[in-house]
């Protein structure tokens, strides 16, 4: 799979007849796709990649003589580059399932931790998620790449046989899906509800994840880590010369870089100056270049609308002898800029993230925002720029807010509704103007960090001064929008 479709477009690019081979290439279709750049209905690309720290790119403050992310560069040169984006968690589950429902994963049996490698479907089959809101608007839809959703009505034991639900069952016409990460126990692909490749019902579990645990031993063709990034290029390419000239795609891209175990592609490998780690970043970059690359070859790149973003802030290890992305920060790589915090934790390290707006068609170059927005908040702005909200309920994406003003205008003054983070633990904060509110850990907390806290971002950008003392007033807001929130959905408190 991996020397397929993406190797040739590589290798044609460092050869002077490439604009000669590239329309032969892609002769079939090309034509009948082409036709879709003069229609006002844009193609979507939604590029979430893993564990993706605030500065790790280029554009977001990353030194190019440790790493080089050309890419997505001028992708945030091309269009808006937000300053001030968030997800809604620490971690992977709560924001891929904001995501997909525009609606804080902590309404759901989900209070704290992730989906595990044998857990049931998160999401609700008969909720009407952001792909099915699409194809009701005449998308086709596909997700390619992480999953960790869940699978199954039920707890299981394996992923034998037809799943339900799982991806397709959630509004997606194909599905090839990494079921939690880069080395979970399955260790095999899901393609359109079945595991990819399965020969027989045969299980014989062998070796060990990077996580300990035993892989569950399919008789099925088993994902090779270093492959993998290019493996899911290679299918959202393939997926896309499926379709026909009328009809607009949206391709969710769930990258399973940079999560650990941090393995670069054989391409990537040695390439950076920050070691593994930094190597693997740029795998993340080479993967939206080849992408992109296939947009142009096309001539449908002007007319796609591509969201890139991390789903939460980068992983800093405490094993940092050991761990590749510690030996990058030690080379001088911040991750996640100066923040404080990491993923998992409740501080700004663990939700503030890259996140670039791009479409040539509309969207002027070279502009920054720095109004306040989330991953939560991509369903109800592709609703309302794509969809005018037809077709939306008052139930649907119920804490999703859009933030059009701010793409016809990134000086606009928008002001998002408070917003809503949890860490790994299931602890609450509150983001509303440039305060911070974040709840007790618990009910008796011992260390400093874990009693009610508060910060004013626009002085303190650390969280180092803890205001709650000085600023009754503000702590008593923060605390009455959480009790509001987690009582009612965040459209029926704030209309807007």
């Not at 973003?309 to 911040?334: Q, T």
């Amino acid at each position: 799979m991996q020397n397929s479709i993406i190797e040739t477009i590589r290798i044609m690019k460092n050869h002077t007849i490439f604009l000669i081979l590239i329309s032969v290439f892609f002769l079939s279709g090309l034509n009948a796709l082409a036709q879709q750049s003069t229609k006002n209905t844009p193609n979507i690309i939604v590029y979430l990649a893993d564990d993706f720290g605030y500065g790790s790119t280029n554009t977001y403050g990353a030194p190019d003589s440790l790493i080089k992310t050309p890419n997505l560069n001028k992708l945030a040169e091309e269009g808006i580059q937000f300053t001030n984006a968030f997800t809604t968690g620490s971690v992977c589950t709560p924001t891929r399932y904001a995501l997909m429902t525009g609606e804080y994963s902590w309404r759901t049996k989900l209070q704290k931790g992730v989906v595990n490698s044998n857990d049931p479907a998160l999401m609700d089959v008969n909720k009407k998620t952001l792909p099915k809101y699409l194809k009701s608007l005449g998308y086709k839809t596909a997700i390619v790449g992480k999953w960790h959703l869940g699978f199954k009505e039920k707890k299981f034991d394996n992923l034998l046989g037809e799943i339900y639900p799982g991806p397709n069952n959630y509004g997606f016409d194909y599905s090839f899906a990494l079921p939690n990460n880069l080395d979970d126990i399955h260790k095999v692909y899901i393609e359109n509800n079945r595991i990819y490749g399965l020969r027989s019902d045969k299980i014989c579990a062998y070796g060990r994840s990077f996580y300990g645990k035993q892989y569950t031993g399919y008789d099925a063709p088993q994902r090779v880590t270093e492959n993998v990034t290019d493996d899911l290029t290679n299918k959202s390419i393939e997926w896309l010369e499926s379709l026909k000239g009328d009809e607009p795609f949206f391709l969710y891209y769930a990258s399973a870089a940079v999560h650990h175990p941090i393995v670069p592609s054989p391409v990537m490998r040695g390439k950076s100056n920050a070691g593994a780690y930094g190597d693997f970043i740029q795998d993340v970059d080479r993967s939206m270049g080849d992408l992109i690359t296939y947009l142009e070859a096309k001539g449908i790149r002007d007319n796609t609308l591509i969201i890139f973003a991390g789903d939460n802030g980068g992983d800093i290890p405490n094993r940092k002898e050991v761990m590749p992305e510690n030996f990058a920060i030690n080379k001088g790589l911040k991750i996640n800029g100066d923040l404080k915090g990491d993923k998992h934790t409740i501080w700004e390290g663990g939700f503030k993230i890259p996140f670039i707006v791009n479409y040539p068609k509309k969207i002027s170059v070279n502009q920054f925002s720095n109004a306040t927005v989330s991953t939560i908040d991509i369903y109800a702005f592709l609703a309302d720029y794509i969809g005018d909200n037809k077709s939306l309920d008052k139930n649907d994406a119920p804490d999703s807010f859009s933030f059009k003003s701010v793409i016809k205008n990134p000086s606009a003054n928008y002001q998002r509704p408070p917003l809503v983070h949890r860490d790994v633990q299931g602890r609450k904060a509150v983001r509303f103007g440039n305060w911070k509110y974040i709840e007790p850990k618990n009910k008796n907390p011992k260390k400093e960090d874990d009693f009610e806290l508060l910060y004013d971002l626009s002085n303190d950008g650390l969280e180092s001064t803890n205001l709650v003392s000085e600023e009754q007033l503000k702590t008593k807001e923060g605390k009455e929008y959480l009790i509001q929130i987690t009582e009612k959905h965040s459209k029926s408190i704030w209309k807007k």
